[in-house]
């Protein structure tokens, strides 16, 4: 009986209703969108750092830490013989030491990384390395990357001058030709590094054998030797902004819902206002006040059931063809974040499930409290349309 009167109120109500729907559904599609944007988002960025740099966790060599470039060539260990087994798909053996290097008469710091040639663990556009022997001619093969090469001003085929120091502390300096500008996804391996072949590398330092860290696909248990970095470690920075970023969604989050209940709890006050004859007819004929309340709470839960449902019909669509053409992110290539791609929005189901629950439940508070004061209303007054003013 009381969901027909519902029923029938709220069918009443009109394009005010329909608006209303329209508005609830309009936020809940845009709550949805964002959410899942983000999932996508930061997907994207965080498998591009674990494919190019970080992989299932390092080995390090004991105190090595990259946010001291003086001490690098004071942290490098050799290779465990059963690591050195390790099927290249699992493992990617790195060499980091710290150089000078000379483009158009400057003087530019940069990250000397040597890898293997023969890991597949680390996507890296490094192919064009591949290419040279193991010996050292008059000029050593380098690959750096957009960024660095746009800063420096260095293109495919320039020559440059290369400064280090050996395992001894020797200081010496070689030509090197940019045989490739690489396309790298994450600023972290691009922005003032050089990238040569592992052996060409350990040849030059007289460091046989030695390697800063490996990269593994999966934890092997404790080496002597190495200190094992976690994913979580390693992407410690990048996962304290999402979790910024979580915190800012929540924000948005509240704010469109703010303006829902807002909206809902408008709607319903006028409803209130407009009907109290109706209201003070039903009271006076001994229908129960709390069963008025009720009724009105009834006709706010079906303004979210339509609204659910209009976003539905609505969102779906939209869903689908922007998940066909995602979403272009090329302006983020001059910032730090790892990623430049499109992006795809990530849809969670329970997560989606879980913020419809709650806006389901929050229209209906809405729709309940300011009906509350129908219970304190006198039937005469109403009956007059003075009860409320």
């Known amino acids: ?92 053996e790195v060499l ?96 003032g590094v050089v990238w040569l072949r592992l052996d060409h590398l350990r040849f030059m330092t007289d460091r046989k054998d030695q390697v800063s860290w490996i990269a593994v696909q999966n934890y092997i248990g404790p080496v002597s030797g190495f200190e094992f970095q976690s994913i979580e470690f390693l992407m410690a920075d990048l996962l ?32 209130i206002f407009k009907r109290q004859k109706e209201i003070g007819t039903l009271m006076a004929l001994g229908m129960d006040s709390n069963r008025i309340v009720r009724i009105f709470t009834l006709e706010g839960a079906l303004a979210a059931i339509w609204a659910l449902v209009v976003s539905l019909l609505i969102g779906l669509p939209f869903f689908i063809w922007f998940q066909g053409i995602g979403f272009d992110v090329s302006h983020l290539s001059e910032s730090t974040l790892p990623i430049r791609e499109t992006i795809y929005p990530d849809y969670q189901p329970m997560e989606i499930i879980y913020s419809l629950v709650i806006v389901f439940f929050l229209i209906v508070a809405s729709s309940w409290f300011p009906v509350k004061k129908i219970t304190r209303l006198d039937p005469t007054m109403a009956l007059r349309g003075r009860a409320i003013k």
């Open 240 to 271: 304290a902004l999402w979790r910024q970023d979580r915190i800012n969604s929540k924000i948005l989050w509240a704010i469109l819902m703010t303006l829902v209940c807002i909206s809902v709890f408008n709607n319903q006050m006028l409803n």
């Open 1 to 92: 009986m009381n969901w027909s009167i519902a029923k029938k109120n709220f069918s009443r109500q009109g394009l005010r209703a329909s608006l209303n729907v329209l508005v609830t559904a309009l936020s809940i599609i845009a709550l949805v969108f964002m959410l899942s944007l983000l999932n996508g988002f930061q997907a994207q960025a965080t498998r591009n750092v674990v494919s190019t740099d970080v992989a299932g966790g390092h080995y390090r060599a004991p105190g090595f830490d990259i946010l001291s470039p003086t001490e690098w060539e004071d942290h490098t260990v050799t290779i465990p013989k059963f690591i050195r087994q390790l099927d290249n798909n699992d493992k990617a």
């Open 96 to 191: 980091v030491l710290q150089g000078q290097l000379y483009p158009n008469r400057r003087l530019y710091p940069v990250q000397i990384r040597g890898i293997s040639m023969d890991q597949s663990l680390l996507k890296l556009p490094l192919n064009s390395l591949k290419n040279f022997s193991k010996n050292i001619d008059d000029i050593i093969p380098a690959v750096v990357g957009a960024k660095m090469a746009k800063k420096s001003h260095l293109k495919k085929g320039d020559t440059l001058t290369l400064k280090w120091r050996d395992k001894s502390g020797a200081v010496d300096a070689k030509d090197i030709l940019i045989v490739d500008i690489g396309d790298m996804l994450n600023p972290r391996i691009d922005e």
